[in-house]
C-alpha cells in the first residue's frame, strides 16, 4: 500500500532521516520503533508530507507521491494522528471531529464518519459538546484517533499514542488499535512501548540515528540484538 | 442630559466601525500573528479610492464598493503572499517593520497621486438626518452602524458554524494538527489577510461621507485599531467589537465634555485605565 524508497529528510543541517525504505501492505499494523530523536516523527511527518521529502521517492498505492501536499495526502486516506494529540482545544468534540472531515474527500460521508467514531468510543459520544481542551489525556487522545477515522484514514498513522497514559487508558488506547486494525484498517505504529508494539504489531522496524537498523515480523526484531542497543542507544 | 445622549449615540454609532476595523485586525492576528501597521491606511486607501471613482464616474461610495472591495481582497491577498509571506517565518520585528513600510508606501504613495490638499466624498445620504426623541444622527452614520453590526454578526456566524470558519478557528489554536486535517494553513492565511483588507474596503466606504481626506489620517486609524484591537483582547472578537465601541463613546465624551485637546486624550486614558486593571481584555479571559 505504501513504499518508501531510499528517502533523505533534513533540518537544516541535521540529517534526520537518511535511505530509509520501508513496506506498509494493505491491512497490516506496522510498528515504528526507535528511541527519542530516532527519527520516527521526523518519517512519520515525510509520510504526511509537513516535512519535505530530501532524497527518494513516497509511492502509495503504486502513485508517487513523493511532491504531493500535505493537504492531497490527506484526500488519499494517509492519515496522522500526532504526537501530543494536539486536538483543538477551545472547539468542542465535535468541533473537532468535523475537522477532522475537513478534506475534500471525507466531507461527503462526515455524519456517518462521526456516528462510527462514538460507536467505537462512548465516551466521546457523551461529550460531544465539550470543549476538547476539558478532556482528560485518554479522552484526548480518543478524539485524535475519532478525529483521523473521520477523515477517511486508509492509512492511519498513531505517533506515540500512549504516551502520558495511564496503564488503564495505554490498555484501552491499544485494544482499540487492535480492533481497527482486526476491522481491516492499515496502520503505521510509532511507539517508544517496545513490548506493547511487538504484541500487536505483523511486523517492525528499528530506527535509529536516522537509520533503518532492524527490519522484519514482531520476532525477528525481539531477537535482534540491534533492537536492543537501538533502544538504549548503545 | 440631551447632550450626553447625543455623546453616547453619536460614539456608539462610530465605535461600531472602530470595531469592525479592529475586527479585521483581529482575524488577521489570531490566524498569522501579525499586528498589521498599515491598517489604517488601508482605510485611507479605500477612502481615496472611493474619492477617484466619485471624481472618474461620480459614483456614490457605497455604490464604489462593488470595486474598491474586491479591488482590496486582491491587494491584500498579494501583499500577504508576497511581501507578508517570505518574512512571516523571521523575527516578528521583521514583519512590523515591513507593514510599517506598507504604511509609509500607502501614505506617500496617496500624497503623490492624490496631493495633499483635504478631499471629499460626497453621499446621497451625506446631508440627511435621523431624529431618535431629542437625539440627532447623520444618515452616514447610522448606516455605517447598522452595516458594522451586521457585518460583525456574520463574520461571527462564519466563523462559529462554517467549514471555512473552523479552519480558521484550528489554524489558530493549532496550526500543525490543521495541516495534518489536511487544511492548507498558508492558503488560510492569505484569505484572512485578504478578508481583513477587504474589510477595510466596507469601512472605509462607510467612513467616507463627510470625513474629509488627507493621505496621512491611516495613523490615526491604525492606533484606534489596536487600541480596540489590545482592548478587546486580542484574538475575543466580541471583545474587539465591544472596546470598538467603547473607544468611540469615550472619543464622542471627550469632544462634547472636554475642551479640543483634553477631549482627543480621553479615549486613551480609558484605553489606559482599562488595560491597567484588566489586562486580558475588556471581556475578562481572552479566548486564545
Avoid: W
Avoid at chain 1, 209 to 227: S, Y
Avoid at chain 2, 105 to 114: D, R, S
Amino acid at each position: 500500500m505504501l513504499r518508501i524508497e531510499g528517502v533523505d529528510a533534513v533540518y537544516g543541517p541535521v540529517k534526520a532521516l537518511s535511505d530509509a525504505n520501508l513496506q506498509i501492505g494493505k491491512g497490516e499494523l506496522v510498528g515504528l520503533l526507535g528511541a527519542n530523536n530516532a527519527g520516527k516523527s521526523t518519517l512519520m511527518n515525510v509520510l504526511s508530507g509537513i516535512v519535505p521529502t530530501a532524497a527518494g521517492r513516497v509511492f502509495f498505492e503504486d502513485e508517487d507521491i513523493t511532491k504531493a501536499s500535505a493537504r492531497r495526502r490527506v484526500e488519499m486516506g494517509i492519515v496522522q494522528v500526532p504526537e501530543g494529540r494536539l486536538v483543538f482545544p477551545q472547539m468542542s468534540v465535535r468541533e473537532n471531529l468535523l475537522m477532522g472531515g475537513m478534506n475534500a474527500s471525507a466531507r461527503p460521508k462526515r455524519a456517518e464518519g462521526i456516528a462510527r467514531v462514538c460507536e467505537l468510543f462512548p465516551r466521546l459520544a457523551e461529550r460531544l459538546d465539550q470543549h476538547a481542551g476539558t478532556l482528560s489525556g485518554g479522552e484526548q487522545q480518543m478524539l485524535a484517533i475519532g478525529r483521523g477515522l473521520v477523515a477517511g484514514a486508509r492509512l492511519l498513522m498513531l505517533d506515540e499514542p500512549s504516551l502520558g497514559l495511564s496503564p488503564l487508558f495505554v490498555k484501552y488506547i491499544f485494544e482499540i488499535i487492535d480492533k481497527l486494525h482486526k476491522d481491516g484498517l492499515t496502520i503505521l505504529l510509532v511507539e517508544q512501548n517496545l513490548n506493547l508494539t511487538l504484541r500487536f504489531a505483523n511486523r517492525c522496524y528499528v530506527l535509529e540515528r536516522g537509520h533503518i537498523v532492524v527490519e522484519g515480523t514482531a520476532d525477528q526484531v525481539r531477537d535482534d540484538p540491534r533492537t536492543r542497543s537501538a533502544y538504549l542507544g548503545l | 442630559m440631551d447632550e450626553l445622549l447625543q455623546a453616547l449615540a453619536q460614539g456608539l454609532l462610530i465605535g461600531s466601525t472602530y470595531g469592525l476595523l479592529a475586527l479585521g485586525m483581529g482575524l488577521i492576528y489570531s490566524v498569522s500573528g501579525i499586528v498589521n501597521f498599515s491598517h489604517g491606511d488601508f482605510v485611507s486607501l479605500g477612502m481615496y479610492l472611493c474619492f477617484a471613482l466619485f471624481g472618474a464616474l461620480a459614483l456614490d461610495p457605497y455604490v464604489s464598493l462593488a470595486v474598491t472591495l474586491p479591488v482590496m481582497l486582491i491587494v491584500g491577498a498579494l501583499i500577504y503572499r508576497f511581501l507578508i509571506q517570505p518574512v512571516a517565518e523571521a523575527h516578528a520585528l521583521m514583519v512590523v517593520q515591513l507593514t510599517l513600510g506598507v504604511a509609509l508606501a500607502l501614505q506617500n504613495g496617496i500624497l503623490m497621486v492624490f496631493g495633499g490638499q483635504p478631499h471629499r466624498v460626497p453621499s446621497v445620504v451625506e446631508a440627511k438626518l435621523v431624529m431618535l426623541g431629542n437625539v440627532v444622527m447623520r444618515m452616514p452614520h447610522v448606516v455605517a452602524f447598522v452595516a458594522s453590526l451586521a457585518l460583525a454578526t456574520a463574520l461571527f456566524v462564519v466563523l462559529r458554524s462554517t467549514d471555512i470558519g473552523r479552519a480558521i478557528r484550528a489554524v489558530h489554536q493549532n496550526a500543525r494538527a490543521a495541516a495534518l486535517m489536511g487544511v492548507d494553513v498558508n492558503r488560510v492565511k492569505v484569505m484572512t489577510f485578504a478578508v481583513g483588507i477587504g474589510l477595510l474596503a466596507i469601512a472605509a466606504a462607510l467612513l467616507a461621507p463627510g470625513t474629509p481626506l488627507m493621505p496621512s489620517m491611516g495613523l490615526r486609524y491604525t492606533v484606534i485599531t489596536l487600541l480596540a484591537l489590545v482592548l478587546g483582547g486580542m484574538t475575543n472578537f466580541l471583545g474587539i467589537m465591544v472596546a470598538g465601541l467603547v473607544i468611540g463613546v469615550s472619543e464622542a465624551l471627550g469632544m462634547i465634555y472636554l475642551s479640543d485637546t483634553l477631549g482627543m486624550i480621553l479615549p486613551y486614558a480609558v484605553f489606559v485605565l482599562i488595560v491597567l486593571f484588566r489586562p486580558e481584555g475588556i471581556l475578562g479571559q481572552s479566548r486564545s
